[in-house]
């Protein structure tokens, strides 16, 4: 009988170790995701330790600063090597004293943002109704050197299919027109008053904005049926030029570790309360899934930056120093995706944003997803919007991607307002997030092929014109192409 050498023994086991070796299916690897998230998932204990122990998380404010310190902590809790702050100087603004009378007569009213330094202004009221760019063609002249009251939503009975605006374009249209300032009503019932930038540049305005609560901004509209009314507007503000700071946390790419994925969702927020809706649930969310990608030691071809941006809300300042920053540097075309998570949460669905080559991958991918709960409805769009941290990036003709969210639709009436604070998040919405969300990144940045490509730039002006979009470009000085 002839001896067995220890050479072939060893031999004989590397064979059977890898003959019983069987690779994980995407099935078998979301489970193990799943279990793994809802198990540990720590979006909701670390959004409520920021809310308590930070506060609100306004760019260029000590707040704004800690968050950007308990972020970059976080990535490298979760065991992120690669954590960088990228920084960026904006003039960075901050309410101070506001005060309106009408007719003589307080008004309760809260500033939008970057409205001046200091502003004293009395006039006479004009109902401009939506503030659309038809409302004043159709009197082109009726606020000249007087003050615009506008409802920031579509009003009851209005003309149908009118698109609205962002408060920040009805500003811009107001000032275009010759207003010497403007009111601005909220929808939401019980006197909440909303903030939020007026400004479509991130640049201060040259008129005062403000805004007042639904009850009274009716009554207000009820008595110009009848009569006339004047407005004292008085406030001041602070402006400093400050610098913010990005926290990016990058995965390399095992396979193309030069195509880029990048996830992100704005942490900072206005000032009125916590801003856990916005963004709190959205960047949390980001957060966690970084550390769902640590936790079960994932792979993927393609690399992945994990990005808390900076400066959202005072318009895309952080988005926007990133997005040059990889134009100036040469980097932008390999920057394949951008994933934005912006008060998102309790996933349905799948939105892609861009010229799509493959509809069906996000299909498939949703149905994998379901597979392992049947409260994601695999839900599909391909259409985009503007005002949140995508924009810079789609405006480069980079494909997007978003989530159909489901959560309570009473939490939207505390959006930009006092009452946006952790109490309105639900933990397992925000932990369908961590679920979901982690699934749709790993299963596009380790695609074969990936579903869509950067567009080129008459491509990209082409979506912007199906998605409705040209006007509201235009009016933010962001339309790059003819006019």
């Keep these: ?88 100087e904006v003039e960075a603004w901050a309410r101070d004293q506001v005060a309106l009378k009408i007719n003589d007569e ?74 010497i300032g403007i009111i601005i009503i909220n929808q939401v019932d019980n006197g909440v008053l909303l903030t939020g930038t007026a400004s479509v540049t991130g640049e201060l305005i040259p008129i005062p904005a403000v805004c007042i609560g639904k009850e009274d901004g009716m009554a207000l509209k009820e008595s110009l049926k009848n009569g006339k009314a004047t407005a004292d507007i008085e406030m001041t503000n602070k402006s400093d030029m400050i610098k913010a700071r990005n926290v990016i946390a990058t995965l390399k790419g095992s396979e193309l570790p030069d195509e880029v994925i990048v996830i992100g969702g704005h942490l900072d927020s206005w000032d009125l309360a916590t801003g856990a809706i916005d963004n709190g649930i959205g960047s949390f969310a980001v957060l966690d899934i970084a550390r769902a990608f640590k936790a079960n030691n994932l792979s993927p071809k393609r690399t992945i930056k994990f990005m808390m941006f900076m400066g959202e809300e005072q318009g895309l300042l952080g988005s926007k120093h990133f997005v040059n920053e990889a134009i100036k ?33 996000f299909k498939s991918l949703g149905e994998a ?4 709960d049947t409260i994601y409805k695999n839900d599909f769009s391909n259409r985009s919007g503007l005002h949140s941290d995508h924009q810079p990036f789609m405006l480069e003709g980079v494909p997007i991607l978003s989530v159909h969210s489901n959560l309570d639709r009473s939490i939207y009436g505390c959006y930009h307002s006092d009452c946006d604070d952790f109490d309105l998040v639900n933990k397992e919405h925000i932990t369908n997030t961590a679920r979901f969300g982690t699934m749709m990144l790993y299963g596009l940045a380790n695609a074969d092929k990936l579903p869509a490509t950067k567009m080129d730039s008459e491509t990209t002006k082409e979506f912007m014109i199906k998605n409705n979009l040209k006007e509201k470009l235009i009016i933010g000085n962001d339309w790059k192409w003819d006019q």
């Design 329 to 361: 540097n040469g980097t932008i075309d390999n920057i394949k995706y951008m994933m934005n998570l912006d008060m998102s949460g309790n996933p349905i669905g799948m939105n892609a944003g861009g010229k799509l080559d493959d509809e069906a991958f």
């Design 106 to 179: 307080d008004v309760k009213v809260v500033t939008l943002g970057h409205s001046p330094v200091e502003a004293s202004v009395t006039g006479e009221i004009v109902d401009m109704g939506n503030g659309l760019e038809v409302d004043y063609q159709n009197s082109p002249d009726a606020v000249k050197g007087k003050i615009s009251l506008v409802y920031i939503g579509i009003l009851e009975g209005s003309e149908e299919g009118l698109t609205n605006l962002h408060r920040s374009e009805k500003t811009a249209l107001a000032i275009k027109y010759g207003a």
């Design 1 to 88: 009988m002839k001896r067995i050498t220890p050479f072939i023994i060893a031999l004989l086991l590397v064979f059977s170790c890898t003959e019983t070796k069987k690779e994980e299916t995407r099935a078998e690897l979301f489970a193990r995701l799943d279990a793994e998230i809802k198990q540990n998932s720590k979006a909701y204990t670390t959004l409520e330790e920021a809310t308590k122990t930070i506060g609100h998380r306004l760019t260029g404010s000590e707040n704004g600063a800690k968050a950007e310190e308990y972020t970059y902590n976080k990535f490298k809790e979760y065991g992120f090597e690669d954590v960088a702050f990228q920084t960026f």
């Design 369 to 372: 997803i379901q597979m392992q």
